[in-house]
């Protein structure tokens, strides 16, 4: 043996030879392979082969075992809430279900199950929606009940345009307690009652790309709804006549809802830059309560105002973003998350809300903001998609005596893809 420059040179003086057998794996399945072997043969002029009997049968499902995922979050106003999502299939994916459950210790719940059928065309879907929430003011203590089921189809028309059929029926009950003169009083009420019938066109193309997941540069996205609403609101108590008791009144609201969401990505002036235009527009074709109005703040809308600050019957927002990376495929690691990708974008919207005619140009808001976009991974494979937006308004909106717009409004967010 000889070494020399950190290498080693060895000499054999004797060669014997190994036996066949210890030469390769014996796998354990020899015998299955041995089964198989007549089938993966191919006959050879001289010898008619003919394929072993076997008997076919219908397709039955047959189904894996449910899969959880436990979650924790910290949920308004400061409670740690815990629950699991769950999901299943059979093993052609025709019969899937998805639901999640989670609570808090104020006995805040998020419930929620999504069924599917695709044993026919189109497919078939059963959901189901249910929250409740707690909360008091002084001595009155407040619980609200809200659940919304939806049976419908899915229609694929092409692979870039789809269709929803839906039925959605929601129930939002309420109850207020308080004691007065030691007793205590508990006022059960349910003051919404609403059916719905809802066509849903979604039209899809997009060039795919290493980043368009976090800076789409070439695509169209366009969702288009109409809905026929049958709903009931409620505007007051009466006096049941035979039993003395408080029963809601409530206003009947039918109308036609037409709403319009239209998304364009086009390549920016540098590289994997990407600019992004939205409009959003809707109308409902009467005077209905303002239960039902559109909504145009908040973080799908004008993010410069808050949610319910600018509200109507009618509703038209743009939006132009231009997006650029700052980091590229990071790849440094904390812990279970690996970090990839990060993305600025900088955007401005103009819109308004608004009831009845006369609607002025003059009346629409505007705002501008900066958003920091991060995209991970955790636990090697699942994608998550890491959000912070600072927006300012830039027009002032007084509305019931108080005041919203130039002031600097925050919003964080932590999902599986990017809303733009």
Request: proline share 4%; charged share 20%.
């Amino acid at each position: 043996l000889f070494r020399t420059n950190g290498y080693s040179i060895s000499r054999m003086d004797s060669l014997s030879a190994v036996r066949p057998e210890n030469t390769a794996y014996t796998s354990p399945y020899e015998a299955i392979r041995n089964r198989l072997a007549p089938l993966n043969s191919k006959p050879s002029i001289d010898t008619a082969w003919t394929a072993p009997a076997s008997v076919s049968r219908p397709y039955k499902p047959i189904f894996s075992k449910l899969s959880f995922y436990p979650k924790v979050m910290v949920d308004f106003p400061g409670k740690i809430k815990v629950g699991s999502y769950f999901s299943g299939s059979d093993f052609l994916d025709k019969i899937s279900v998805f639901g999640g459950a989670a609570l808090n210790g104020q006995m805040d719940t998020d419930l929620f199950l999504i069924f599917q059928y695709r044993f026919l065309y189109p497919t078939l879907f059963i959901e189901a929606y249910q929250i409740g929430r707690h909360t008091s003011e002084e001595e009155f203590k407040y619980s609200f009940n809200l659940m919304e089921t939806d049976i419908g189809a899915d229609w694929r028309l092409s692979d870039r345009l789809s269709l929803r059929t839906v039925w959605q029926f929601s129930r939002y009950d309420a109850a207020q307690r308080f004691s007065y003169e030691g007793q205590r009083i508990k006022i059960p009420y349910t003051y919404h009652v609403g059916n719905l019938f809802g066509l849903f066109w979604k039209y899809r193309v997009e060039e795919r790309s290493v980043y368009s997941d976090i800076s789409p540069k070439q695509g169209r996205s366009v969702d288009f709804r109409i809905d026929r609403a049958w709903q009931r609101f409620m505007n007051g108590f009466a006096v049941h006549q035979d039993y003395g008791t408080l029963v809601e009144m409530y206003a009947k609201h039918h109308y036609f809802q037409y709403s319009l969401d239209w998304k364009e990505s086009f390549p920016g002036m540098g590289k994997d830059h990407g600019v992004g235009f939205r409009m959003q527009a809707g109308c409902i074709d009467r005077s209905v309560d303002s239960f039902y109005h559109f909504f145009a703040g908040g973080l799908d809308g004008l993010k410069g105002y808050p949610y319910y600050s600018i509200s109507g019957t009618q509703m038209a927002q743009f939006t132009l973003s231009y997006r650029f990376p700052v980091i590229r495929k990071w790849g440094k690691r904390l812990s279970w998350i690996h970090l990839d990708n990060v993305f600025l974008s900088a955007y401005g919207q103009a819109g308004n809300a608004w009831t009845g005619r006369g609607h002025s140009l003059d009346e629409w808001k505007k705002d501008v903001g900066l958003q920091l976009r991060l995209g991970l991974f955790s636990f090697y494979g699942f994608p998550m998609a890491f959000t912070f937006d600072a927006a300012y308004g830039l027009d002032r909106l007084v509305e019931n005596d108080l005041s919203y717009g130039r002031e600097l409004r925050t919003y964080f967010g932590i999902l599986f893809d990017f809303l733009d």
